[in-house]
């Protein structure tokens, strides 16, 4: 059940607007973002994807549009870390609470400092994971930033 998921729990305690979307998941999918985004007609500008990397020994969680990647160099400078990799789906997978494709920033198990792309914020709503594969919640840049103490920075190449 959709409303069951802890990440529309976690929006809903907040008292944040936002509308759920839901759209048929395809594991095979090579970039599941985009597949989201395609799915759910969005740009996928858009269309924001959740990662979880760890900054050092640090485990962080990376919010960036489904049409970039990460530059581990600048995570790294934005966390204050000499070094950063993206964690394997597993322990990703423990953190959270969610299965890896249905991984959302919000009401996460365990709560870890996020780090936001800049380019994400300047659109009127965004779209991200709401806490299963196949459920996205679009909400405005400045309640996902706000709800989640998110860091706005440069972080992708």
Do not use: W
Not at 66 to 90: I, N, Y
Not at 125 to 151: H, I, M, S, Y
């Amino acid at each position: 059940m959709a409303k069951g998921t802890p990440a529309v729990q976690a929006l809903q305690k907040a008292a944040i607007a936002f509308t759920l979307h839901e759209y048929d998941y395809d594991p095979d999918a090579p970039r599941i973002g985009l597949q989201a985004a395609e799915a759910l007609g969005f740009a996928p500008a858009r269309v924001l994807k959740t990662l979880m990397a760890r900054a050092d020994r640090e485990p962080v969680c990376v919010v960036l549009p489904s049409d970039r990647e990460v530059s581990l160099k600048k995570l790294a400078a934005a966390a204050g870390a000499k070094h950063a990799e993206m964690l394997p789906p597993a322990e990703a997978e423990r953190i959270t609470g969610y299965h890896v494709g249905g991984i959302s920033p919000f009401g996460q198990r365990k709560r870890v400092r996020v780090f936001v792309e800049q380019d994400a914020t300047v659109h009127p709503t965004v779209v991200l994971n709401g806490g299963r594969r196949g459920l996205q919640v679009e909400l405005k840049p400045a309640d996902l930033v706000a709800l989640l103490g998110a860091t706005v920075t440069a972080l992708t190449a």
